[in-house]
């Protein structure tokens, strides 16, 4: 499905993506090709990770410019894919792109949202998608522990059994250079990760029946089991009687 051009442009379904990880990410200005602020080993990862779900609902958690939510449609061809964003504005190429293209009954930008505004998320969620569970999940937002936590615990129980969650960049808190002193008083995104682990542990794959864990991402499958109507991860699974101290 993609074509390779070189090492940061690729084909996927007509569009062009220029892959562009500098730490001012620059804006899409609409031309040709549309920055997507990925590298290829994850983009090949999300291509192989995602290669079950097609004709989906999908929810994506951090849009930037769009191109994330472009190479998503062409990737999966979803039914529906709601792009939630903190940026008060649609960026202007992603709304020229959905109008071009006849997509504005697929993607549907909702900025303006904190994710951890779980009551606007919920709302959302139910004015788009009704009663129809979601089969895929991305959330590349705020990266914060507790934001993070609060979207994960109002969208997974949507999911549908064997629906897939993806938390993007769980591991910042680890990398060397500027991260080893950015966010010092930020808890580590990683504690979400052994949190989750507990859980699996906990209920042998009842709730969370699978964790891929990799550089660029973790990958939560939902398992079949029924799930508390107030889901909260951080209360659910058991650790001999002692609370869970994040990083």
Partial sequence: ????????????????FRLDMSAERPADAGGDE????????????????????????????????GGSTLFLERLLRPRKLVAIDFATQVPAALASRIAARGLAGTIVPCFGVDQADTSA?????EREFGAEPI????????HSY??????????????????????????WAHWKGRFQEQ????????????????LLATF????????????GFV???????????RFDVSSLYLARGRRFQPI
Avoid at 40 to 54: F, H, I, K, S, T
Avoid at 186 to 193: F, I, K, Y
């Fill in 1 to 16: 499905m993609i074509h390779w051009l070189d090492d940061t442009r690729l084909e996927l379904d007509g569009l062009r």
């Fill in 34 to 65: 549309i920055v997507l602020m990925k590298r290829a080993d994850l983009v090949n990862a999300y291509v192989e990770a995602l290669r079950p779900y097609r004709d989906c609902n999908v929810v994506e958690l951090g849009v930037w410019e």
């Fill in 121 to 125: 998320i919920r709302a959302i969620l």
């Fill in 135 to 142: 089969d895929v999940v991305i959330d590349d937002a705020s």
């Fill in 146 to 171: 507790a934001p993070t936590r609060a979207s994960f615990n109002e969208i997974f129980p949507r999911l549908r059994p064997g629906g897939v969650y993806f938390l993007e960049d769980w591991a």
């Fill in 183 to 198: 966010w010092p008083d930020e808890p580590a995104l990683t504690n979400l990760v052994f949190e989750l682990t507990m």
């Fill in 204 to 215: 042998s794959g009842y709730m969370v029946s699978r964790l891929d864990v990799q550089s």
């Fill in 219 to 229: 990958a939560v499958e939902r398992g079949a089991g029924r799930l508390p109507a």
